[in-house]
């Protein structure tokens, strides 16, 4: 998602250019007394307004390690949407290239045909309406044939989630990237360009639907119209489910995250099956919102995390 500048909204070109996509800290923190904080205020950049800060660990607000240089812009009160400054010197070489996961599409020839092709073209003229319904088809022919998680399904899916975005589908983009993230760096790896761009994704869509209240509302809206429409157990419904579960949690709401995400798990199981790819991710995101109750979270919240561990045999995550 670019502004008139260039940049990825709402930091201008050069500050692009020169940082990388990055989600800030989890306001949960998994041990009571750790959390982080920024120092310092320079390098401010009088297109974006953004500044440079940098971020440490702390411990009962004490800071003990360095984690690194960002630009930060704050977007109101406690909120900021930041980069990651990149530190690589020109004369030292990056990692090789690595060779792409092997994908099944070279044996189902029926795949190949123009619409793709024909969505790519509409995307480069920046035509992103157009673009979108051909990203759909081909995704369609994709999930019939091969696997979700297949590196040639994830690209497709992928764009399909940049359409909506560029489309201002907020609420219905926010639910692809959060389901595709993971499987994006599962597979390629997290240094890959593609998780990059759905981080960078995901990141501008959240940040004009206007923090995890704002996004629960919407996502809210969209799902009660589609389980009226398709019904429960829609991999549409599924994936704005899970980000409505997800969004809850940030929101502070942990008990009502982790009795949403069961819900999503049980449908995605009953629907897609156990061993389906989105039924892994729903499962690890129910994972994260128990972890979150166990350490964060009030009585109840720690009630409902067990409850749900004992359901779904999920058992807590190990640092």
């Known amino acids: 998602m670019t502004d008139v500048r260039g940049g990825v909204y709402p930091f201008c070109r050069a500050c692009t250019a020169s940082s990388t996509a990055w989600r800030a800290p989890d306001a949960i ?108 088809i081909s995704l369609a022919a994709c999930e019939k044939v091969l696997k979700a998680d297949d590196p040639a399904t994830l690209q497709v899916r992928l764009r399909v989630a940049q359409a909506l975005l560029a489309t201002g589908d907020y609420a219905s983009a926010i639910g692809w990237f959060e389901l595709i993230t993971p499987q994006l760096t599962r597979v390629f790896g997290p240094e890959h360009d593609l998780p990059r761009i759905a981080i960078e994704g995901v990141t501008g869509a959240q940040l004009m639907v206007g923090g995890p209240r704002a996004e629960a509302k919407l996502l809210t ?11 429960h ?25 982790i009795q949403v995400l069961e819900t999503t798990l049980a449908d995605s199981i009953d629907g897609l099956g156990a061993d389906h790819p989105d039924t892994d ?3 690890s995101i129910l994972l994260e919102a128990c972890d979150a109750a166990d350490n964060r979270g009030r009585k109840k919240d720690r009630e409902l995390s067990a409850a749900a561990r004992d359901r779904w045999s999920l058992a807590p995550k190990t640092d």
């Open 221 to 231: 809206e969209l799902l009660d119209h589609d389980e009226k429409t398709l019904g």
């Open 29 to 136: 923190t998994r041990l009571s007394g750790i959390g982080s904080r920024f120092y310092g205020h320079r390098d401010v950049c009088p297109d974006c307004g953004s500044s440079v800060r940098m971020l440490y660990s702390t411990f009962l607000l004490v800071p003990v390690a360095r984690r690194g240089a960002f630009r930060i812009i704050r977007t109101g009160g406690r909120s900021y949407v930041g980069r990651r400054l990149l530190d690589r010197p020109m004369a030292v070489p990056g990692p090789p290239p690595q060779d792409p996961p092997a994908s099944e599409f070279k044996n189902h020839p029926e795949l190949v045909d123009a619409t793709y092709e024909q969505a790519e073209a509409h995307w480069a003229a920046k035509d992103s309406a157009g673009a979108l319904p051909l990203y759909e």
């Open 233 to 257: 157990q829609h991999p549409k419904v599924l994936r704005t489910r899970a980000a409505l579960g997800r969004a809850t949690m940030f929101a502070g709401q942990l008990g009502a995250a």
């Open 281 to 283: 991710t729903f499962r």
